[in-house]
């Protein structure tokens, strides 16, 4: 184990490869309250909901905070292997927790470069400069690497929301969405990104959730972007709530906003005080086991670039971003 020692925060430059998805809005919200983060394009991804709703929820959430300046991309539709995996009831059928809003900005918004072509180009642009924060399945991100070799050694850190290291699933019974929805894709990255990786499992999410109370006061401020998260996470609150199943069992109820722990991390890296420093793969034949991320601890398979799984999280200062974000 390894403790990470507070830094202040200096000028950030971000790529976001995301699925919206509640989770993913509330990431957005996250960073794009930060004023000295540079976010040089936001890449869309299937995952979630389908790509086309991805597009549409990023647009929205940045038509909200004022920042449609942003570029953003259109991506990759379905895993490497062409398969979709979305389950429409936890965020609901378009994503965001379906309330839709009849003045969202279209898709004649997006940029017309692919957003593969663009993660490269943006990357090679401004090498070692650039943090990529990728919160849905790693498609894209893969896909980067496959068409430029040399993308990884490009970026400054990978911040990845994915995952598991105790073999807890959610959708499946030992693998987390993320890494399931394209685990071919999460193989790749793990096996082939040179940058230092930061990962947020699953059960790292778990055991840092928030109390329903902080949620209630969270989304009741008396802002335009709360009444927004209150209105778009309504539908998976309520599903949250009434879970029941190991995850409660053995780390009680609460909030979880998943993506916005690795965005946070991002964000200010003292928000994360703990991490083991580790090879990590992902299974991709198990028949209960596909997509399950698998931790070296042992070393046996010798793998060079060891991620930082986050292990501990500062909760006051997480807070104050998740406060901040809606104001």
């Known amino acids: 184990m390894y403790k990470k020692s507070a830094s202040k925060m200096g000028k ?3 790529l ?3 699925d919206p998805g509640v989770d993913d809005a509330q990431a957005l919200l996250m960073v794009l309250a930060v004023p000295n983060i540079q976010i040089m394009g936001i890449t ?10 991805v597009c549409r929820n990023v647009l929205r959430v940045l038509k909200l905070c004022g920042r449609m300046e942003i570029p953003v991309y259109r991506g990759s539709a379905a895993s490497i292997l062409g398969e979709r995996l979305h389950d429409p009831v936890y965020h609901g059928k378009d994503g965001l927790g379906d309330v839709p809003d009849p003045n969202a900005p ?7 470069e692919h957003a593969v072509n663009a993660m490269i180009r943006i990357v090679s642009e401004h090498p070692g400069q650039i943090s990529l924060v990728a919160v849905g399945p790693l498609t894209n991100v893969a896909l980067a690497v496959k068409m430029d070799a040399t993308f990884p050694s490009k970026l400054k ?3 990845i929301m994915g995952g598991n290291m105790e073999g807890r699933g959610n959708v499946k019974v030992a693998s987390e969405f993320n890494f ?4 071919e894709a999460a193989y790749v990255v793990l096996s082939q990104f040179t940058c230092p990786t930061y990962i947020a499992t699953w059960e790292y999410c778990l055991r840092h959730r928030l109390p329903w109370e902080f949620y209630k006061e969270w989304v009741n401020q008396d802002t335009e972007k709360a009444r927004f998260m209150k209105r778009i996470s309504a539908h998976t609150a309520e599903r949250a709530k009434s879970e029941a199943g190991s995850k409660e069992l053995f780390f009680g109820p609460g909030f979880v906003s998943c993506d916005s722990f690795a965005m946070a991390a991002a964000i200010d890296e003292s928000v994360v005080t703990e991490y083991s420093q580790l090879g990590v793969t992902v299974e991709l034949h198990g028949s209960l086991t596909r997509g399950m991320m698998i931790l070296d601890t042992l070393d046996l398979l010798k793998i060079k670039n060891r991620a930082f799984v986050m292990m501990k999280c500062d909760m006051e200062k997480y807070k104050q971003l998740l406060i901040a974000s809606l104001k």
């Open 12 to 14: 950030n430059m971000l």
């Open 16 to 18: 976001l490869d995301v």
């Open 44 to 53: 869309c991804c299937h995952g979630n909901t389908g790509i086309e709703n």
């Open 106 to 112: 279209g898709l004649e918004h997006l940029q017309m």
């Open 157 to 159: 850190r990978l911040y």
């Open 180 to 183: 399931v929805t394209d685990a």
